[in-house]
């Protein structure tokens, strides 16, 4: 069967600007983009992720929403206080990116693709780095749009002028916690990624290690192994949060294990770059 | 690409020759382990369309990517399109293009789209990535299919998406490993038309191949590769043509061959069939005056040519 034709149109060679190395990083970071999005995909890979998006910012538009009508809020109300929201959203992060990793690493393993990049001007290093740059992209505004929809709608409500250079220091802190959470879990995410050969996989097993370890920690805490809070990933980012945004939103392990914040921001950076030499390893090996 | 001003670049002849080879190597080694792959590989490519033949585990894919700077040479100097590889891997994988043997296509990406990522990687601007991906999906047979999903493709329409993202950012060396595996013979006459056009287009290939027909069908310059070594490295005609000529009498062939060797050729003949060389003489000279001297009819006279498979199969058994 004739499967297509062959046309002699000719052939124009390309003479217009080409942008090299930096052109190819740019691409692989919007490729990333899409890829953790879902677009220029199937549809149904456009469901999850902008489900989960809906959902951490749905009740933050409510609430401004609310507040806007009733021309008031109290500020001192907990539910949709900057910190608690990193409840809900902290979750989510943790689905989307359980499901975004193993989408943005696995597929161009599996499907081969790496020999592509194998044969453009980029390095194993560009690839990695350009995959985490698009996830943390997501990741940050997947954290941190709630928070300033619900900045801008409190300052709306109370007038702009006053409560923007009372509370301006909410922006940075809430983008410095979402930074933190993007550094605890989208590293492992990665690291599970890289060695798995199927999405529900690697997204089942980053999801069952991080929540996992902390259940099992919490109990190896209470019968006296206090070194094991080290291990509670879940709880890590939410307790320097805590510190960051100087709240106190829950009993979170490694403070019950007796370690300072500073130690779980420790543990942070050193699983970060753990994982991050060991995924750019293996992604060298297997290109 | 449709017309347009530029359509003059692609021409029936060759491109000149240039002066400088578009790959050089020398005393090149590679080895997986224990297991040498590549073993004092030493070249110098002219430009053209550059047939790369031997038996699986010869070491052609293992060749094609250390030109690509995908695996790094145990020693020895190898130069692509005039940059060396172990500095300049960048460079050269800019000027490069490379269809690798096995998938390389993600299923939930349409063609369109695909190409165009695969052009703005080789460092094209997004516009002009979008409208060459569009270009030359036509050029391959694919723009009605270009919105499709490539995992709905055939295995047909696979290998041409391959080879369509190899040239797509209209590089000045495209490396094609077995690009011809998998295809049933109308998508091998297709593909194999694509690569020949390959050099109108200003682009030279490197074809790496088991299949020696394909390569005498497409290629102008010859490597055999066995265990790792360069048997021969040379133009396909050199390697096709040879002193010896057949002719086929009606008739007694026995005279003619009595004829010709008391001339001073060598002489084989099989049936009606002669083969004759002459070491010091000239063998089309001596058939002509042993025909007259035998008085016997001729039916045909020509140069034997040789196949690749006569010459690989020679120097594999004399190794």
Known sequence: MTEGVVFDLGWRPYDGPRLGRSGARRALYRDGLRRVLGLRRRARRKVLPFALLAIALLPALFFVAFGVIAGEFDPEATLFGHSQYFDLTGALVLIFTALASSELLLPDRVHGTLSVYASRPLTTADYVAMRAASLATVVFGFLWLPHVMLFLGRAWVNGFGSYVTENAEILWQTALSSVVYFAAYAPLGFLVAAFSRRASVAAGAFLGVVTISSAATRGLIEAGFDFMGLFAFQHHPGYVKDWIMDSSTHSWIPEDAGFDPSVSLLVIIVVAALSGLTVYARQRRAG | ?319
Not at chain 2, 37 to 63: F, H
Not at chain 2, 239 to 251: H, N
Request: proline share 5%.
């Open chain 2, 1 to 319: 690409m449709a017309g347009g001003a530029d359509t003059d670049r692609e021409t029936t002849s060759f491109p000149p020759m240039s002066e400088a080879p578009i790959i050089a190597t020398s005393d090149l080694r590679f080895a997986y382990g224990d297991i040498v792959a590549i073993d004092g590989v030493s070249l110098e490519i002219p430009s053209g369309r550059i047939g790369l033949v031997g038996a699986n585990g010869a070491g052609k894919t293992t060749l094609l990517k250390i030109l690509l700077g995908v695996l790094p040479a145990a020693s020895g100097r190898v130069e692509v399109l005039g940059h060396p590889v172990a500095t300049e891997r960048l460079e050269v994988r800019s000027k490069v293009g490379w269809m690798p043997e096995s998938n390389c296509l993600p299923p939930d990406q349409t063609a369109a789209d695909f190409l165009g990522y695969a052009a703005e990687l080789g460092g094209l601007p997004v516009r002009a990535a979008r409208q060459r991906a569009s270009d030359v999906l036509g050029l391959v047979g694919l723009h009605e299919e270009r919105f499709r999903y490539i995992g709905e493709f055939s295995t047909g329409m696979k290998q041409r998406t391959k080879l369509a993202q190899a040239i797509v950012h209209d590089p000045s060396l495209v490396l094609l490993d077995e690009p011809t595996a998998g295809l049933d013979p109308e998508g091998r006459e297709e593909m194999l038309d694509l690569v020949t056009r390959l050099q109108g287009f200003g682009i030279n290939a490197v074809i790496s191949s088991h299949v020696l027909t394909d390569i005498e069908r497409t290629c102008d310059w010859v490597i055999m590769l066995d265990g790792g070594k360069v048997l021969r490295s040379g133009p396909l005609t050199d390697l096709s043509t040879t002193d010896e000529v057949e002719l086929e009498v009606i008739g007694d062939a026995a005279m003619v061959a009595a004829a010709a060797r008391r001339l001073g050729a060598t002489v084989e003949v099989t049936g009606t069939v002669l083969h004759l060389t002459s070491a010091g003489g000239d063998a089309f000279a001596i058939a002509r005056d042993a025909l007259v001297e035998a008085a016997v009819p001729l039916r045909r006279l020509g140069a034997k040519r040789t196949t690749l498979e006569d010459v690989f199969m020679g120097e594999g058994s004399n190794d």
